[in-house]
């Protein structure tokens, strides 16, 4: 459920918690006016970026996870394309020019609400340096790469497939979702796309 206190339509403060009529699931619902909002999954685009067989990783400066690695990636901005979106996560996160990206994977994340739509793209000039959201970046050969300090399950998640795919040399593009169990812990189901 997401805070919503005031109605952004009418300004009204007497926003319930209920099922609005012809739907199947609760929203907040302005009493006085009538208008539903609806709460819907964040986008995050990310990018597989790659150099001479090297992986770029960022670093984090800032939480959540913050000194953990993560590959570039963040929320989707209004106005802008998904690939536009991971393009500039690199280019923000790690100040490097991504070419040629195509869509990779795309996980959902129901537990937190969140869909994860991954590209991999090329670093022509392999020119990368931290941005503002990052401590540092660095390039990673496949041996290199710090498992038990990225950030997110996700990004483990994608850059396992990734790797496992580019030693195939073919490229599907990915889909599932990671659950949190009730013992805490997350389990990723691969779906066929």
């Keep these: 459920m997401s805070d919503t ?15 609005p009529a012809d739907d199947d699931r609760e929203r907040h619902v302005c009493a006085d006016c009538g208008e539903i909002h609806y709460s819907n999954p964040r986008n995050i685009a990310g990018c597989i970026a790659e150099h001479a067989g090297r992986i770029l990783l960022c670093r984090r400066a800032i939480e959540p996870r913050q ?42 994340l129901p537990h ?55 030693r195939h040399g073919h490229f599907p593009v990915h889909t599932g979702a990671i659950w949190r169990r009730a013992d805490g812990g997350l389990e990723v189901r691969h779906e066929p796309v």
């Design 67 to 108: 000194g953990y690695w993560t590959v570039p990636a963040g929320f989707m901005e209004n106005g802008e394309t998904l690939p536009e979106a991971a393009a500039r996560e690199t280019i923000e996160e790690a100040q490097a020019r991504t070419a040629r990206l195509s869509l990779y994977a795309l996980f959902s």
């Design 5 to 19: 206190n005031f109605c952004r339509h009418c300004g009204s403060a007497n926003v319930d918690w209920r099922v």
């Design 112 to 166: 937190i609400s969140q869909v994860y739509v991954m590209f991999r793209a090329e670093v022509p000039d392999g020119a990368a340096a931290a941005g503002p959201e990052s401590l540092e970046v660095e390039w990673f050969d496949e041996d290199r790469i710090p498992w038990d300090q990225l950030a997110f399950p996700v990004m483990e998640q994608s850059l396992q497939l990734y790797l496992a795919d580019r």
